[in-house]
């Protein structure tokens, strides 16, 4: 639902007066003011980033988040632990271990007869690629997952060309010398979502390296998100799964 | 038309296996390698960056391009001077100056319905930003420009809330300290391409500057292509318009 | 009282010679030498950076600039547990937890109707922050804080428009890619200094995104501090916001 | 005048609704989109950066300033012979050489009683000076210059201590280890806004060198701009400079 | 030969105590010390880096090398007028135009049953590879090109998989991500020699990022040079190639 | 065994189809895909990169590699108490652990009359070197170590110059500056592969330094590995030491 | 004593043959070659950088100094538990803890009539300084020691002008923006060592800034070493206050 | 002559008043403050840095040099053609072209019996060295030059081993990977002063490769100055040079 359809749900009395403010509007929890709008601006909800967050401070924006009605609330960057401390507070709270993101209520409807492929270079490039394919899904997205085809042994890669092909995006999660997403491009007719990752050592820099490459692809169709951002690329591989699909009321609020 | 579509019209008949062949390799002149089998992999034909490459080499490429049936020929990154001697050698070439982009061929039928937004933060990110809007009609987008709209006057941006809403992609283009990105994508529903622009002076490092801006965006929706590279998110938001649109055959070859 | 009235007072009588010579002169602790003249010369009192210092001589210093009559004695980069440890030492020692600070003595008086605001772009942020507002009130200016008001959703920001508009200074504190600074500087009639967190992670480089960010700002108005550098810019804005207000005897000394 | 003051004034009539519309709102001449309500929101007016722009393109936002009635335009970056251009088309434009400024209009009304510093390091750094005092002085500040007066012959900058010590900001421009900030703040009770210039070779990295120098000072009451931004220093100061100013109707518009 | 060959051949009277001595020693010309006896003791002889040296230095240090009776020298980095001036001044002088090499005297006698791959990433990384072809020649390798088989369109590449797979080493060739050092190691049984170039624009900083992504490749069997330093992968090419190699005596000196 | 040879084995029925199969392609645990078939493609086998992969990972790709007859396998970066947990599952695994690196299986047989020289600049760089030394001998190489001879000492390295003179390859490691590969470059007839450390501190960036050197060596030459990658350099020497050699049979699968 | 010396000592009878050798060789111990001749070619004996060196491999090279008849034995970098470790297994070993520094043997004889003065910007620099000052004392200088000293309180530092017009050299030891040598400079008629600390946060970047700093300052008659090299500018200061001054014979060896 | 000495001068009547102020002050000729009383103070008299001055100011600086009674006046980076002008204007000005200096005036009387050795290690960095050999030599050093000894082929260094030996500093001038300056340094017993240059290319990022490389030089009694600073290393040579020497009268003013 969009702002405009919601004001004319207000107006047609399909809304009380204080859900359609409730909705526009953000709450003010001093250390933050979670911004309610957002999923009738953005097309998606508002998701907690959780590090430097108290406990206390994603448990009160969790609640205020499904106090307005939001059904598919994420926090991203939780460690077990904490996620832990939460379920035990919050209701409805599925927890993704490898992905580390937690999410209250529902995933968003599945788009149909679209996928998202998320794949990596190596083995050590999966929590990335976790995180990214578990925002995908919550975001409604199919995601099939391809790890370990980094570029040194082609053939690993070239098995999945056709699942490549079918895609409407492609997330490419890779550390070291990053060159998975130019490769990908080159066999992939939608948009390759890159991901540096800061596996490696030495040059690598913290995933500088893979960056630079990322950004220096020389095939068309590679756009980048920062360092280990598997949360940027699912959410962007998400919208773009979404394109052309009109959302039924029932997946947002 | 894809790979399979190829290979089935191939054993129909419809395609002599001369045509098929010529879509299903590459031609090999030496100093480059043309892929001529880049539209069927990729969904959008080869496109020539043109910088570093001689007139006669351009000139040739183009011309084996035109032989493989390419209706969509893009040539990047040429100057003026290079385009005026190019068209008097080839037949059907169209040269866009503010965008240094020649066409040879057709645009690619535009999708309907839908359209790309490309904006800029101030005046001098306009050729970058046309690099991209050039690319975006090549491949079959309606574009809207949204030029000078810097964060520094929030109003001016405002005033272009709807339109940035109602996107399938926004391209937006900036220099300096490149913070355009993040408050667009506070505002679409739709992915955000970044492109940071070589345009500041001292610290602004020639494009880092910008470029650090947008992938650290704390707005989700955004991925960043190059510093300058217009055409890259111009190549990216075409994809991107295109998805679930099905290629009608007379599109691509 | 600035160095000149000072001799004059000497001069009448008003202040002995030791009382005269301790202003004039700094104190050798061995491993410091206390900056007593400071506050003559630059108008606010001597700080001190307690990082890299020991306990024994953090106390030995604010032992020193009580003896030297200062009024307002700050100790920044205070960790809990070493407050702890003063407190039990030094009557009159007020430690502020969330912003690190130790403050001996008084505040000095509040400037009238004038204020400073404090922004955040996040909740991450805060430290920080806290860091320039405790600083700029202690050294007489009146602060309100307003927090998470990042341009990822800008009414939260544009709901405080007027607040910003009516600042004699606005200290911008904002990590990832900083965008903040800019936004502010297009709504305030006033200096905004920026503050770069190290809030981030990948291709924020520890804060330097965010520091170029606001170093390149397209808006005027825009000074910066280095990375996490509260306490510099609630400096900054405390004198700012004294300009052309007399100095009452009683502030200093 | 303020938004608040101007809408006032045209309830009272005082304003027409066609100045009142026009203040408020941008002019869009399609590469630009010239910023009217910047006085009144920021309380200085649009400057006009104008490397990067075109000569036609900076002539037309002159005159469109002109017809906002903006009393004081300011073109920055601007080249000898580009001014001489616009000197040609323009009445009332002025041009400073050694600042490459030229000013539209009258300066704005002088701040009694108060002045601002502006001092160099070396003699290579008196054109980057001369653009923060221009602008300076073209936004109400009395300025004094106080150049060479580097750190490595610290009698030089000490015989000014005085005339530093009575101002209301201190601009201290400097090249290669731009050390002169720290000194300068060790001196000043008042902001120092520091400009680190690209005078300097090998590891001054194009002023990058005095950048980093600026933003570690140990010396309390530094803020930094970009490297060789004079402008954005003058701008700053001429804020301080005002601030407690009640801005008298004529001064702007 | 090596030094401990030369003097028993010296004991042997098989040389002349002045011929000994001129191959021990180094020739003094002021300017440089020109290394006589460099191919005794690294197997293959001086090569002058013209950049940076006048001239008349360059044809002195040839002149010196052909004194000290060096068969085969070379000269690196010599734009083609400064070429055309040297070969009015020495006979036997060939120049490599696209390489920009000068060759005085004649290549080592070839390796039989051996060669080496030179192979580019695109058009543009030719000049380099064509340093690395003709050094390699010039010390006794044959030479196999392989030009523009970048990553974007792996059949290219892949069409060259056996000729590769055939090499004692293969030197690959790209700018922009570089890619193509990780995709051929993968594929080769041979040493690669990676050549970053400086082919790009923005983000790859002057081939900053294609040396990084060389640097981490994934890929076992990558060792990476310089640059753009084509002279040195060719080099390191012909010493692999040689390795078990008796040198007969004729090849040098 | 090359790829061409196995299928002909396999035609002649000396391989069963089940062993031709296993040897072609790559085995899919899910989470990693081991590359069977690297060491017919590549000359060596596959390597497992232990960092990042948890203990029960590496034990499976072991496992899965032994099930695929590898010969020679081995793990590097291991760390000694992970070393033992898997030497309590998989018997015939040998740990190196100044190398840190585990070996399962047999080196392959040694290259006869060849040598590789591993040479530090000082006594901290030895772990890095003994990787190299480690990886070196399992793939057939025989190893002389030549430790704690930097360049500010030469008597020490010129007391090897012999040694040095008559190896196929050396492997030069050193921090700091890193300056022990070009003097050996000058002295050595043979591939220099340079091996920066993050041995060092403050200006060395964790190795950068070292790494700059090595690839601006003056000496011909030199080509280099990313910092620490003592694996890397003892993989290109093997290489390197093998050239013209002819593979038996029994040294691979 | 010069190499020369002791070969005539010997060639006299002074020496035996055991003797001479034992000072023109390097003792190998395998994992170090102790550079016994050190002391005769560069006129200060060898000295240990105990950090990546165990503590066994410590002990071995101080017993093989001794063994060697160096009087003047320096370890640097040397943890205070390892120092008691050592305090414990050689005797006459005298560690100095603030400085990290042990000494085993005696002092070089104080060369008269000259000093050394080691000064500091702040508190938290005096670990580096008292590496510098227990190192330069070690070969033969008297120190003046002169902390807290920096810029933003230039009467301290002008309070020991006297102190500085007189030393040989000056050793100024500064973090943060590390101004204290330009200043140094400007007021001392001999050379200064500049060392640049870590001491600092957020863009000083590890020292990268004090470093920056100095390499470009404006005074003459300043060199630099690497961050937090106090060692290297103690070892400098004593080479420069030791000129001129003939070698007595016991002070070495 | 030092302050104090001139000061007793003139109570005693061998200077006039006008004499003694004359060196006390600076001149203030606006765009300057010339540093009159440097030579005082620092031992050797002020040196015009003559890039980003016009040729007009540097003409005027040495007249007010000339005027204040210097007699040895330097001006720097001056290029040939400005020298001719400044030749035409100032009588008794010398220039050398190869280090593009220019003297006014005398050399200072040499100091007998030393020298300073200043070495390259190639023919490019001859224009640093020389530089640095003009400079030490107007300040009073007899100056050896050895130029061209680069690391690539040790015996050319070795054979000046004891010339180096000898020398009261040596200057070491190299680009690329700077290694010779460690190398010196392990041979010299006096203080090595490095000097990195911009020659070389690539990843030698305009001399920080050579810069880094020296300032982690594993020898001991380095000290490093900025890229190209030719000048600094000279001056600093110069002062190593004279220490212990009693500055005559007439050497000085």
New interface residues.
């Given amino acids: 639902m969009?702002i405009r359809e919601l004001l004319q749900a207000y107006k047609k009395g399909l809304l009380s007066e204080e859900e359609a403010a409730r909705a526009l509007?953000?709450s003010d929890l001093?250390?933050?003011?979670v911004?309610r709008?957002?999923s009738l601006?953005?097309?998606?909800p508002e998701?907690i980033y959780c590090?430097?967050?108290t406990d206390e401070?994603i448990l009160r924006i969790f609640e205020d988040l499904r106090a307005g009605s939001c059904k598919t609330a994420l926090g991203t960057r939780l460690a077990p632990e904490r996620a832990r401390w939460l379920e035990g507070r919050l209701s409805g709270l599925h927890y993704f271990e490898k992905a580390r993101i937690a999410l209250l209520g529902e995933p968003m409807e599945e788009v149909p007869e679209?996928y998202v492929v998320v794949a990596t270079?190596?083995?050590?490039d999966?929590p990335v690629a976790e995180e990214a394919a578990v925002t995908a899904a919550a975001f409604g997205a199919r995601v099939e997952r391809c790890?370990?085809?980094?570029?040194?042994?082609?053939?690993?890669l070239?098995s999945k060309a056709e699942l490549i092909?079918g895609a409407?995006a492609v997330v490419a999660v890779a550390g070291?010398?990053?060159?998975l997403a130019?490769?990908v491009?080159?066999?992939?007719?939608?948009?390759v979502?890159a991901v540096?990752t800061?596996?490696?050592?030495?040059?690598?820099?913290?995933?500088?390296?893979?960056?630079?490459?990322?950004?220096?692809?020389?095939?068309?169709?590679?756009?980048?998100?920062?360092?280990?951002?598997g949360?940027?690329?699912g959410?962007?591989a998400a919208?773009?799964?979404r394109?052309?699909?009109k959302n039924s009321e029932d997946t947002l609020y």
Same sequence: chains 1, 2, 3, 4, 5, 6, 7, 8.
């Fill in positions: 969009e509007t953000y001093g250390f933050a003011k911004d709008q957002r601006r953005c097309g998606l998701v590090e430097g967050k401070q679209r270079g190596g083995t050590s999966i790890y370990d085809v980094g570029v040194a042994g082609l053939h690993r070239l092909a409407s070291m010398e990053g060159a130019s490769v491009a080159g066999l992939a007719p939608c948009p979502l540096p800061s596996v490696g050592y030495g040059a690598s820099f913290g995933g500088l390296s893979a960056l630079l490459t990322m950004l220096n692809s020389c095939a068309s169709g590679v756009s980048v998100v920062n360092i280990d951002n949360f940027g690329a959410y962007q919208l773009i799964n394109i052309g699909v």
